[in-house]
């Protein structure tokens, strides 16, 4: 092994035993270690590294040379701003996912009773939570549930982590749950015919049950479709992530199952459709 003394040392011998990991990932992973910025570790190419900083970062790039996600190496996720613990049996936080975050929180109202469905590690739950209160809304009675232990268990330490007062659930889609005002689901949405398309990283990684929705993509949407009304109180609403190619069968579906719904679609930031907003006109 070479020696290594500065940042630049590092780098360089982290792209030599990590060859397959993507560039972003090793910086990220670094970065996160060493408490820089990006532009500080882009600038900061002569950092001395302490022998504990050098150990840390070594071990760290040999799991990365072995496939496991930087976040998962890391134990946590940055959402909405937010530091989430992750741990495999969990989805990583999306950036896209902030997009439907932030237009539910244009929404929720004081006293909403919210069900974050297959919460996974709680980051939805947390980011409407911290960022109601900082708006002024108050009194929000909280639910998360999940089809895994692993993601309950994940998402209360989380809960804990914030101070939050969240009732978790195990439920599969709606079933055994109550009624609530506002529904907000990042659900499984992936089709299994897309799997040669995707990053081998998250294949290998993340739980496959957060990933993929049957052979379509849609099987989540269909039985949310059959069973929300059960679960929504009066004037309910409900915000969905999908797939950017699934806009014209949900809108379909929707149509079909849920005459008495407004529903909307709306584009993220990279212009894909991408949320789904549906209101019960009852």
């Given at each position: 092994m070479p020696k290594i003394i500065t940042l630049r040392d590092l780098q360089i011998w982290s792209i030599e035993t990590a060859p397959d990991a993507r560039p972003e990932d090793v910086?990220?992973?670094?970065?996160?270690?060493?408490?820089?910025?990006?532009?500080?570790?882009?600038?900061?190419?002569?950092?001395q590294l302490t022998p504990e900083q050098l150990k840390q970062a070594q071990k760290d790039v040999n799991k990365l040379a072995k496939g496991i996600s930087?976040?998962?190496?890391?134990?946590?996720?940055?959402?909405?701003?937010y530091k989430i613990m992750v741990q495999h049996g969990v989805l990583i936080p999306r950036f896209e996912t902030e997009e439907l975050v932030n237009w539910a929180?244009?929404?929720?109202?004081?006293?909403?009773?919210?069900?974050?469905?297959?919460?996974?590690?709680?980051?939805?739950?947390?980011?409407?939570?911290?960022?109601?209160?900082?708006?002024?809304?108050?009194?929000?009675?909280l639910y998360a549930s999940d089809v895994t232990d692993a993601a309950l268990r994940t998402s209360e330490e989380n809960f804990v982590t914030y101070d939050l007062?969240?009732?978790?659930?195990?439920?599969?889609?709606?079933?055994?749950?109550?009624k609530f005002d506002v529904i907000i689901s990042n659900p499984p949405y992936i089709k299994e015919t897309e799997k040669n398309l995707m990053d081998q990283n998250v294949l290998q990684n993340e739980p496959k049950e957060a990933l993929f929705?049957?052979?379509?993509?849609?099987?989540?949407?269909?039985?949310?479709?059959?069973?929300?009304r059960e679960h929504l109180n009066s004037h309910g609403e409900f915000?969905?992530?999908?797939?950017?190619?699934?806009?014209?069968?949900?809108?379909?579906?929707?149509?079909?199952?849920?005459?008495?719904?407004?529903v909307e679609f709306k584009n993220d930031m990279?212009?894909?459709p991408?949320?789904?907003?549906?209101?019960?006109?009852?």
């Open positions: 910086e990220y992973l670094l970065a996160e270690r060493l408490n820089l910025t990006p532009s500080e570790y882009a600038l900061k190419h002569d950092l930087p976040q998962y190496i890391l134990g946590y996720a940055w959402f909405y701003g929180l244009a929404h929720l109202q004081s006293g909403d009773k919210v069900l974050d469905l297959g919460t996974g590690s709680g980051c939805i739950t947390v980011v409407l939570a911290k960022e109601a209160a900082s708006k002024g809304i108050t009194d929000l009675d007062d969240v009732t978790t659930r195990k439920a599969n889609v709606l079933i055994g749950l109550e929705g049957g052979k379509t993509g849609l099987e989540f949407y269909q039985k949310f479709a059959k069973q929300v915000f969905l992530e999908y797939g950017f190619s699934e806009k014209e069968q949900l809108s379909e579906l929707f149509a079909k199952e849920l005459p008495d719904f407004t990279a212009g894909k991408r949320m789904v907003y549906g209101k019960w006109n009852k």
